[in-house]
């Protein structure tokens, strides 16, 4: 190994270990409640993480957010109080899912609405599909029988043949 | 070579044009050397493709830094297998990656009908060059991977300038899977191409009957294998590596990934109903048009930026050209559906609301709602902040809450659906075929919550697990009795040969099967414990029945990166079971840092560690350890999901003696009919009143 090379890598080691000391977010929430709350809020460096879940390395976000939600509970701040607070730091976003009233509640709304009129659908489809189908037995009953040939005579013994056949592979 | 790679794709692009061109030519005039013509130009472009992608390639492994994207994504001392994955780690060589898996499936499809088919394939040519124009037209004019370094001399003349070294790759792709996740995922998004290829090409030419269904059945289902499987190795990427102790976010990624995935499903069950019954024509045809644009916009929300998320690419303009992309196909396809709509009437009839019929009808609802459920949570922050000019966050909390119930339903149905006969179950075939797996099903819930399982969901999701496999086991043992009395061969022998004889229908089972064991294995998720702990060489952490004992932390060097390794020795009931080994990397080249989780897994449950950094106050370094409960049932059943859809892709092994018989009796026929067991196992995909 030449020496540029062992320097280049002390360097990088020295580079890797300073990296490791690197603050981070690592207080951990101090109890259950900091936790539960923690997951109803958003970490906000932009990961898209829950505030418990985010690890990225270096996160600027976590860290503080965590010891926030952390003070307030230690203070023993109501839920919804605590939840307001960070609301009002940093709007909306920091809220893991949509609030309940208002414009942005629609979200919640928008798969049972969807449910619904899907629903709606399938039993008007059902209804009609079965209507048509009572109305083909009607007609068939009273047309006609349809004349037989030969070529359907023998198709018609073989398919007969066939369903005997799958019958009785399939019997209990 | 970047010269080469980039003039290919420039050919390839004139070439797709005229497969394009011609195509539409050949289309009008039916002039067969124009139709030749098209689909060799078709197979110019899929050949030229290759080329451009193997040329970037070769730029990687020499290490060729004079090339924009090779030094972004790659340095001298990236290994060899990284330097292959390299190539789609950024946004320009993975649009050429995406451009170079379709050209695989194009060429396969155009190889695999040249000759056949005359009405059907020169309008499929023409919309899979269609969608190879776009992809084409970003790599050669809006994101080339080919552009270089450009340096200015003396006089202000340019010249070609390079780096001595590259940025390194992303540390999170440093990770084995990412040579095969990234591959496995696109090939489930750009397969799904075919298919559409298949029905735009039927509805623009009214070809009749379900031939395309028949056609595109096997393109339709390598393509949702490989989206599932795609799914669950990035589910397994984000667990291994981004150390965050779960595996699916909810993330708008990983969201766009599913949405197709959803709609794919819905497509594979509705199609049976085409098939066997002639019945939901326009559905089906929608439900592909839906699945094609759900990959588009999948992967135009992994690029554009509309959203975050930790998976995208970096922001960029290149959305407005998939958006426009998105709104051509929807506008072609709603002229090609208003031009000839009146060629997909079907007469729609259904018996009863006991039967298959009404069982896919519930299963498509409930995979649509699913669907749009995951659009409307995905795409609301766009809609709110369009509305309110703040964008809100849509995440975990809300999706659970949502698609739970949903997913319960779905299990539900995947269960009661293949005991339905076609047209009508009688109530006492329902009590034949539910009794014992219902049965079965309360009897594990009674025995969860006697041994004090008290989550609500879980209980349910376990019970239904059960209903479904007892369903599954049921299916396979009355036939396979069948055979064995027939054969006197043992029933393992026999579900074996009843396996073979259908295998659709029965690797449909397998595939039902593993989706069981992945919901058990996400039930678990409501189990997981975890804790956070500053440890110094000596401490001790308790999680569940483990003590984790940190021994010691050191360091090593390697060509890429360094790294900080604690030793723990676990321990469980006072005895030592194992050593973890948590990293965390700091690499030189791009000066990031990244953390490699130290996973004890059993079928049980997953002992999670990561090195999670220093803590600043008390300068220690952090362990975080996860208990994660039955995680390793979810791999396993993606494994068996895959195994059942290939075992569905095979040929049933009676309808290839029926097929070789037929042929040799074409010359000999054999007077009053066949052969009585020929003509069984042909002729019953034509019986209208039996399972399959």
Redesign the interface.
């Known amino acids: 190994m030449t020496s540029s090379r062992k320097l280049a890598?002390i360097?990088?080691?020295c580079?890797?270990?300073a990296?490791?000391?690197?603050?981070?977010?690592?207080?951990?929430q101090k109890t259950d409640r900091a936790k539960a709350l923690g997951?109803?809020l958003?970490c906000m460096c932009?990961?898209?993480?829950?505030l418990t879940?985010?690890?990225h390395?270096?996160c600027p976000s976590s860290g503080p957010m965590l010891k926030e939600l952390d003070a307030h509970v230690t203070k023993g701040e109501a839920d919804d109080l605590i939840i307001q607070d960070f609301v009002q730091e940093y709007?909306?976003?920091?809220?893991?899912?949509?609030?309940t009233k208002g414009?942005?509640s629609?979200?919640?709304y928008?798969?049972g609405v969807?449910?619904a009129i899907?629903?709606g659908?399938?039993i008007a489809?059902?209804r009609?599909?079965?209507q048509?189908?009572v109305a083909?037995l009607a007609t068939a009953s009273s047309a006609p029988p349809v004349p037989h040939t030969a070529a359907s005579e023998?198709r018609d013994?073989?398919?007969e043949?066939?369903?005997k056949?799958?019958d009785?592979?399939?019997?209990? | 070579m970047d010269l080469f790679g980039s003039y290919a794709l420039l050919l390839a692009f004139a070439f797709a044009l005229y497969a394009i061109f011609g195509g539409i030519a050949a289309i009008i005039t039916r002039r067969p050397l124009l139709i030749k013509s098209a689909r060799n130009a078709g197979f110019a472009v899929c050949v030229l493709i290759w080329i451009g992608t193997l040329s970037l390639w070769y730029l990687f492994y020499t290490d060729n830094y004079s090339m924009a994207y090779v030094a972004a994504h790659s340095n001298r001392s990236l290994s060899p297998y990284y330097k292959f994955s390299a190539l789609w780690s950024g946004q320009e060589g993975s649009l050429l990656f995406w451009s170079f898996l379709l050209s695989i499936y194009v060429f396969s499809a155009l190889f695999t009908y040249r000759g056949k088919h005359p009405e059907l394939m020169p309008y499929v040519g023409v919309v899979l060059a269609g969608v190879q124009i776009f992809f084409l037209t970003m790599n050669n004019f809006i994101a080339s991977p080919f552009q270089v370094f450009v340096g200015s001399g003396a006089g202000g003349i340019l010249h070609l300038a390079t780096r001595a070294d590259g940025s390194g790759l992303n540390p999170l792709l440093q990770y084995p899977e990412m040579a095969i996740h990234p591959p496995t995922l696109y090939s489930g998004y750009t397969g799904f191409t075919i298919p559409f290829a298949f029905a735009l090409a039927a509805l623009l030419g009214r070809y009749p009957g379900e031939k395309w269904i028949h056609l595109t059945r096997r393109w339709t289902m390598i393509a949702w294998a490989f989206q599932s499987a795609g799914i669950l190795l990035g589910a397994h990427w984000a667990y291994a590596v981004l150390g965050w102790g779960g595996y699916w976010g909810w993330d708008p990624v990983e969201n766009a990934s599913l949405m197709p995935w959803l709609t794919g499903t819905a497509f594979l069950h509705s199609v049976i109903m085409q098939e066997k019954r002639g019945m939901m024509r326009v559905w089906n045809v929608w439900l592909v048009f839906l699945t094609f644009m759900l990959c588009i916009l999948g992967t135009s929300l992994t690029r554009s930026g509309a959203v975050n998320s930790v998976h995208a690419f970096a922001e960029s303009n290149i959305g407005h050209w998939f958006w426009g992309f998105l709104l051509l196909i929807v506008l072609v396809c709603l002229a090609a559906y208003f031009k000839n709509r009146d060629y997909l009437r079907s007469d729609n009839q259904l018996d009863s609301m006991l039967s298959r019929e009404s069982s896919f009808l519930f299963n498509n609802l409930i995979l649509l709602v699913a669907c749009v459920a995951v659009l409307a949570g995905t795409l609301f922050p766009v809609l709110s902040e369009a509305v309110r000019g703040s964008k809100i966050s849509v995440g975990p909390p809300f999706f659970n809450r949502v698609n739970i119930p949903i997913a319960m339903f779905l299990l539900f149905l995947t269960g009661v659906g293949p005991l339905l006969a076609w047209r009508k179950t009688s109530v006492e075939s329902l009590k034949k075929n539910f009794g014992f797996p219902l049965i079965g099903g309360v009897v594990v819930a009674v025995i969860a919550v006697a041994l004090g399982l008290r989550e609500f969901y879980v209980t349910l999701c376990l019970l239904l697990s059960a209903f479904v496999t007892l369903t599954i086991l049921s299916e396979f043992y009355r036939g396979a009795r069948v055979i064995s009395a027939r054969t006197g061969s043992n029933l393992f022998s026999s579900a074996s040969q009843l396996t073979m004889r259908n295998t659709r229908r029965y690797g449909g089972y397998v595939v039902h099967f593993g989706m069981v064991l992945v919901f058990i294995g996400i039930s678990g998720q409501a189990f997981n414990q975890d804790k956070q702990m500053d440890m110094s060489a000596g401490s001790v952490m308790n999680l569940g029945p483990y003590n984790l004992h940190l021994q010691n932390y050191d360091s090593t060097q390697e060509p890429n990166y360094s790294a900080e390794r604690a030793t723990i020795d676990v321990e469980k009931d006072g005895r030592s079971v194992m050593m973890l080994y948590p990293t965390r990397r700091f690499y030189p080249s791009n000066q990031e840092s990244g953390t490699m989780v130290a996973i004890a897994s059993t079928l049980r449950e997953d002992l999670y560690v990561v090195y999670a950094g220093t803590n600043p106050d008390t300068n220690l370094p952090v362990i975080h350890a996860y208990l994660n409960p039955l995680v390793k049932w979810i791999w396993l059943g993606g494994a068996v999901v895959v195994l059942g859809t290939i075992l569905a892709l095979l040929p049933n092994r009676q309808a290839v003696m029926v097929l070789s018989s037929a042929t040799a009796g074409a010359s000999a026929p054999v007077p009053g009919g066949t052969q009585p067991a020929q003509i069984s196992y042909s002729a019953r995909s034509q019986l209208p009143d039996r399972h399959d």
């Open positions: 890598l360097c990088a080691a580079v890797g270990i990296s490791a000391l690197v603050p981070l977010h690592v207080d951990a997951t109803k958003m932009g990961c898209g993480q829950i879940q985010c690890n390395l270096n709007g909306e976003k920091v809220l893991s899912a949509p609030p414009f942005n629609i979200a919640w928008i798969p969807a449910f899907g629903l659908i399938v489809l059902i009609l599909w079965r048509r189908d083909r023998l013994v073989q398919l043949r066939a369903r056949q799958a009785r592979d399939t019997e209990d």
